[in-house]
């Protein structure tokens, strides 16, 4: 349960902005009259019981690929409404369906397998590169998909902390955004109130980074995409459930890490993320470098590793965010005279380059 303290006087500005906290005594208490006396009664509770799985972390590896088949009226969005994954990240899951009509009996590819960030695993870790929020606990490790900001507004890479939960927050829009609107000949007031009409959902969670958020929307479209002004959307049905696990102070590491790689036992395993739906081939030629990059220090510090290029050359050219296998750790370290650029025959015969 979060940790709510406020003085008389934050309190009183929040409420004047319209949100309303959420303190750390989550039973609503509602009066009714009950001949002639007032008799205090409990509200229903709001379920809390998160949408995701909590994964148990295995070395560097956590979750698991599942699949659902399709009904003829699903669409990528609402499939990702329904199982809290991005729209982006069921895109390159499943290249060959169309996110628009997949059709009945469509088998769809649930990502659910992480290669996890290389930052420490605690609290509330947000990877801009993936469009996905992890959050650590004693448990193992939720992971859910957010909005971030666009290129022209991007979020902030950042250490920060949650500062407060707020329940059906007001929205002030800045004067840049008002400006925005006013440009396309748009009318935007100085304060949304709560309802369905306002872009911060029905919950938020504020940050000590000035200005910047996790909350929900108003419109699911675009959660696991690049749509916001900086800050961090969540679908309504999770930052609900979200407020309630995470507790006031709880750090918030944002990062932009799109090449991840990691050891599961003796298995290395690289996961590689192309910022948008079309993939061109400068994004390509800059993600190999990074990936060339992030092997090269990673062999540096493990030696004695064995990894097939046409398996690192399969994860850049795809960039899918899936998971692969590129590689494993040599029980025995070759010796100091190994050319590191030798082939080895496969069991054909034929040459196979396995190092990097």
């Given amino acids: 349960m979060i940790n709510k303290f406020l003085t008389a006087g934050l309190l009183t500005a929040l409420m004047a902005l319209g949100a309303s906290p959420l303190w750390a005594d989550s039973g609503k208490k509602s009066t009714a009259q009950a001949g002639g006396e007032k008799v205090a009664q409990s509200e229903p509770e709001a379920d809390e019981t998160p949408r995701v799985p909590v994964f148990s972390i295995e070395g560097d590896l956590a979750g698991r690929l599942s699949a659902i088949t399709a009904r003829y009226e699903d669409t990528f969005a609402a499939i990702g409404n329904q199982t809290s994954l991005g729209y982006l990240e069921l895109v390159k899951a499943n290249p060959a369906v169309d996110p628009w009509l997949p059709g009945e009996g469509t088998v769809i590819t649930l990502p659910r397998r992480y290669v996890l960030p290389d930052v420490e695993r605690k609290g509330i870790v947000i990877n801009l590169a993936e469009y ?174 064995e990894m097939q290029r046409s398996a690192i050359e399969q994860a850049v050219y795809l960039a899918d965010g899936l998971p692969r296998m590129i590689g494993e750790q040599l029980t025995q370290v070759a010796g100091e005279n190994a050319d590191p650029g030798r082939s080895t025959p496969d069991e054909e015969g034929i040459p196979q380059q396995l190092w990097f």
């Fill in 132 to 305: 996905r929020l992890y959050y650590f606990t004693d448990a193992g490790v939720q992971v859910y998909p957010v909005g971030v900001g666009t290129e022209d507004n991007p979020s902030p890479v950042t250490d920060a902390k949650v500062t407060m939960a707020l329940e059906s927050p007001a929205w002030y829009p800045p004067a840049s955004i008002r400006a925005e609107y006013e440009a396309m000949g748009e009318y935007l007031p100085r304060m949304i109130p709560p309802g369905p009409g306002n872009p911060l959902g029905s919950h938020a969670l504020m940050l000590s980074a000035r200005g910047y958020l996790i909350h929900g929307t108003n419109k699911q479209f675009g959660i696991g995409m690049q749509v916001s002004h900086g800050c961090f959307r969540m679908y309504n049905e999770d930052i609900s459930r979200f407020v309630y696990e995470v507790s006031k102070g709880t750090p918030v590491n944002v990062i932009r890490e799109p090449v991840k790689i990691g050891m599961h036992g003796n298995e290395i395993w690289l996961e590689v993320h192309r910022p948008h739906e079309d993939y061109s081939a400068e994004e390509r030629e800059a993600l190999w470098q990074a990936v060339s990059e992030t092997v090269k220090a990673f062999r540096e510090q493990r030696p004695g590793v």
